[in-house]
């Protein structure tokens, strides 16, 4: 009875202000849209039916390479770094850490705003190129998918880097040196000792980055144009431009679904499940 | 492995870290710069910090912000404390499955979680305003704060409470004078990452505020829309230097304490 009473503020919160919101998604999922945009609340499948919309299965299509494109990237990227601060960061892991976190207290749209300083037509990028008579023309480097890829990659990286990190520091050692002991190169000792042991953290890092990058909205509607159309800003367009809710809904209830689903297989795969021994 | 490999790696750390800094950098000193566009330095200037201050529209837009942010802490951190305590110290019917559900907002994309409250506010007639920001903003923070708070919970020594019943106290009185100190780490860490969180957040806020009410981000995200001026420039080095001088104090007074 008491435990009812101390979760119940937050169960209450829970359910009115996630679980309530989302049912009435699947429920404006199955209305129609009138003319002007007004809602008519008439039962039917059509929006599931533009599920199947050529240009939208190509947005989808170009979502899914960005994002798995952006997950390469950052696991590269983030090894490097991760393993870098655990081998030989000595007494400055510490900090080198704290600059990979001090971002998560900053503001991501200044820090996006901060990539179109770059790459606008009198960015920087193009206008130290002109002034050093590389280029007649500014080069359009804002508004297309490097430009979004560049800003997916620059938000998300630290999401990798932590758990790479965290996998990488429990590494016990003696291991690797035992399998110098015994000859292997030290190719080998990566890709047959390094990589495998940390697999979990390539796991984690892996679905942190892929689950906020696939719906990204900020980032594709700054940085890309209208070639770099992305599912998240087409879901926004959706629902501001073209205030058609029902269809909206029924592509973020798609969005959702794929989200959920990866996490699901995460933790079927075991992921997590080091994170959570290591805080018992 | 050979001994180049080390040098090449820091190289390509070091380029790492300058990516994930350089533009924050480019931003800063071009906002003390006078012209609009430069490649080249030229000259110092602090106008364009004295236009951000003596804006009216950013100074309404920091205020709606903070009516946001400060409750919004409050409440979360409030309710995620007692929320992580309930599922630390109750072992109930269906523990695992609530902690599952509660952890939803973390996974779900800010858009989703945007669209689904600006249904669900049309649907039940609420006006849009610094209310419905207020709650939005509460329901992605609780998650959160239970994350912070269940994550000390877990470094407590239980036997400090129990020498404290064995002592005398009752449940209450051990709660408030053994327990909440010593979660107090965890508590103040919660709401000084839900402040920032409440306060930058763009992608929720964009869809649940109606149109007399802008946060700070989404004066800013209309400012850019309207083209790069130096003047948010300006506005965006505040927005980032200030948490981070904040945030650095923070960790300073933390390791002295320590």
């Not at chain 2, 050979?2 to 750390?13: A, K, N, V, W």
């Not at chain 2, 942010?69 to 019917?93: D, E, M, N, W």
Request: hydrophobic share 55%; net charge positive; glycine share 6%.
């Amino acid at each position: 009875m008491r435990t009812f009473a101390v979760l119940s503020p937050s169960a209450f919160w829970l359910l009115v202000f996630t679980l309530i919101p989302v049912g009435i998604v699947i429920y404006y999922s199955f209305l129609t849209r009138g003319p002007w945009g007004t809602i008519e609340f008439k039962f039917t499948l059509d929006s599931y039916r533009q599920v199947m919309d050529p240009l939208f299965l190509k947005i989808l299509a170009r979502s899914f390479k960005l994002t798995a494109l952006t997950v390469v990237i950052c696991l590269a990227a983030g090894y490097l770094v991760a393993y870098w601060i655990a081998f030989y960061g000595g007494r400055h892991k510490n900090l080198l850490l704290f600059l990979v976190i001090l971002p998560f207290w900053t503001s991501y749209l200044v820090r996006i705003y901060a990539w179109m300083i770059l790459l606008s037509d009198h960015g920087l990028i193009n206008n130290f190129l002109v002034l050093l008579h590389l280029i007649k023309e500014p080069l359009p480097l804002l508004h297309n998918q490097y430009a979004v890829l560049a800003g997916l990659v620059y938000t998300y990286l630290p999401f990798m880097i932590l758990p790479l990190y965290a996998a990488l520091a429990r590494l016990d050692r003696s291991i690797l040196e035992a399998a110098a002991d015994l000859g292997a190169t030290s190719a080998e000792r990566f890709f047959k000792i390094t990589i495998p042991l940390t697999k979990g953290g390539i796991l984690s890092g892996s679905v942190l980055v892929f689950a906020p990058v696939i719906g990204e909205f900020l980032i594709p509607e700054l940085l890309g144009g209208a070639k770099a159309m992305m599912i998240g800003k087409f879901i926004a367009l959706k629902f501001l431009g073209l205030r058609h809710w029902p269809l909206g809904s029924a592509y973020s209830l798609l969005l959702l679904t794929i989200i959920l689903a990866l996490f699901y297989v995460y933790l079927r795969l075991g992921g997590g499940r080091e994170a959570y021994r290591e805080q018992r | 492995m050979s001994r180049t490999t080390p040098r090449l790696m820091l190289f390509g750390c070091a380029i790492l870290y300058m990516f994930m800094y350089a533009p924050l950098l480019v931003l800063i000193v071009f906002s003390l710069t006078p012209t609009k566009y430069g490649v080249a330095w030229e000259g110092f200037t602090l106008k364009w910090y004295l236009a951000v201050f003596n804006n009216e529209n950013i100074r309404d837009a920091v205020k709606v912000s903070l009516m946001v942010a400060i409750p919004c802490v409050l409440i979360s951190t409030a309710i995620g404390t007692i929320t992580a305590f309930a599922l630390y110290r109750y072992k109930f019917l269906g523990r695992e499955l609530f902690q599952s559900v509660l952890y939803i907002p973390l996974i779900m994309p800010d858009l989703v979680i945007g669209i689904a409250l600006l249904l669900f506010y049309t649907f039940i007639n609420l006006e849009l305003g610094i209310f419905t920001i207020l709650l939005a903003h509460i329901s992605f923070s609780i998650p959160l704060t239970t994350l912070v708070v269940i994550a000390r919970m877990q470094r407590i020594d239980r036997t400090l409470e129990d020498a404290a019943m064995d002592l005398g106290a009752d449940e209450w009185t051990t709660m408030r004078k053994v327990t909440l100190p010593l979660l107090k780490p965890g508590i103040l860490a919660a709401a000084l990452l839900t402040f920032p969180w409440s306060f930058n957040d763009f992608v929720v806020t964009f869809f649940v505020s109606g149109v007399g009410s802008s946060t700070l981000p989404l004066r800013v995200y209309s400012m850019i829309r309207l083209g790069v001026s130096p003047m948010i420039n300006a506005l965006g080095t505040l927005i980032v230097v200030i948490p981070l001088i904040v945030v650095i104090i923070g960790t300073q007074l933390e390791k002295r304490s320590v």
